[in-house]
């Protein structure tokens, strides 16, 4: 029998923006460490303030960056990975996040169009910018998951139809895949520092197999890899032509029996088709997950597993 897929389109999306990502509190605390790092310049110090890198790459990288935790404390960023982990985990079933750089963009700041392919699966750029600032631009743009030629062969378009725009709002995080094409708009206005884009930002990928319940991931790791090589063997065709992670998370009961599985994030793109269906393999790993049997326990466990195409990452 054909199995049921539980999915939502969200599951493929290339990216997300989730508006008022940390608590209000958090948020304002790192907000505030920023103004109070800009103010009164005067006093400024060379160990506090000489820290701004000013990262110029030509057609490619302008703006400063700096290591978080000189500015908004080690603690705080902390807070920020934590809950940036715990998102990540049970919306996009990956687990590791990068320490990130807290950049700023004043006039004349920009990034140039590129991609990031071999640096995570997913960037996040979470952003401290002031919604009532003195500059414009600072949007991070990128270039829609699409055929721009044959999709639109006798359609005029410009750059609203071809490119995804998205404002750097404060406390709005976003996450998009990391091989879109993306940049920074460059930004305009105000020379004052706290009106600039400043963000921290970073990239995501899998940190391996996840359990919460009765069965440790140790007693879970041999059924898991009986599973996934059956998987990988019943779609060598396709795997071989696959890049990307798909993720699943199911339920285990206490008889060891899977009673729950579906997929919580399919970013896999076929290397030799503009597009392709996505629920056969889907389909495919849920069904044999199924009848995967796992130990007896105590409690109910829950498991999220992330299956990569393509190889790994190259850094
Ligand atoms: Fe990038």
């Known amino acids: 029998?054909?199995?049921?897929?539980?999915?939502?389109?969200?599951?493929?999306?290339?990216?997300?923006?989730?508006?008022?990502?940390?608590?209000?509190?958090?948020?304002?605390?790192?907000?505030?460490?920023?103004?109070?790092?800009?103010?009164?310049?005067?006093?400024?110090?060379?160990?506090?303030?000489?820290?701004?890198?000013?990262?110029?790459?030509?057609?490619?990288?302008t703006y400063l960056r700096t290591s978080p935790e000189r500015i908004l404390g080690h603690a705080n960023v902390q807070r920020f990975l934590e809950t940036l982990r715990s998102w990540s985990l049970g919306a996009l079933g990956l687990g590791q996040i990068s320490w990130p750089f807290l950049s700023l963009y004043v006039p004349g700041c920009h990034q140039g169009l590129h991609n990031d392919a071999g640096n995570g699966r997913f960037a996040f750029v979470y952003s401290l910018t002031l919604d009532a600032r003195r500059t414009l631009g600072g949007s991070t743009i990128f270039l829609k998951d699409a055929d721009f030629i044959r999709s639109r062969l006798r359609v005029p378009s410009s750059s609203e139809h071809l490119c995804q725009s998205i404002e750097p709002r404060f406390n709005r995080l976003i996450v998009f895949d990391d091989r879109l094409v993306h940049g920074?708009?460059?930004?305009?206005?105000?020379?004052?520092?706290?009106?600039?884009?400043?963000?921290?930002?970073?990239?995501?990928?899998?940190?391996?197999?996840?359990?919460?319940?009765?069965?440790?991931?140790g007693l879970l790791s041999q059924g898991i890899r009986d599973a996934v090589s059956d998987f990988l063997d019943e779609n060598l065709a396709s795997a071989s032509v696959c890049h990307g992670p798909l993720v699943v998370r199911f339920e285990i009961s206490t008889s060891g029996t899977v009673t729950d599985c579906r997929t919580v994030l399919d970013r896999v793109i076929y290397e030799n088709e503009a597009i392709a269906d996505r629920a056969p393999l889907q389909a495919s790993l849920v069904n044999r997950l199924e009848r995967q049997t796992f130990p007896r326990a105590s409690s109910p466990t829950i498991v999220t597993l992330p299956v990569t195409f393509g190889g790994p990452l190259s850094t």
């Open 1 to 61: 029998m054909q199995p049921v897929l539980k999915t939502t389109e969200s599951i493929s999306a290339a990216y997300r923006v989730v508006d008022d990502f940390l608590p209000s509190n958090l948020a304002q605390d790192l907000r505030s460490s920023v103004d109070t790092h800009f103010a009164e310049p005067y006093k400024h110090q060379a160990d506090t303030h000489q820290v701004w890198n000013y990262w110029f790459v030509p057609n490619r990288y």
């Open 184 to 217: 920074v708009e460059r930004v305009e206005g105000s020379m004052d520092p706290s009106h600039g884009r400043l963000v921290l930002h970073g990239h995501i990928r899998e940190s391996g197999p996840t359990a919460s319940g009765g069965l440790s991931i």
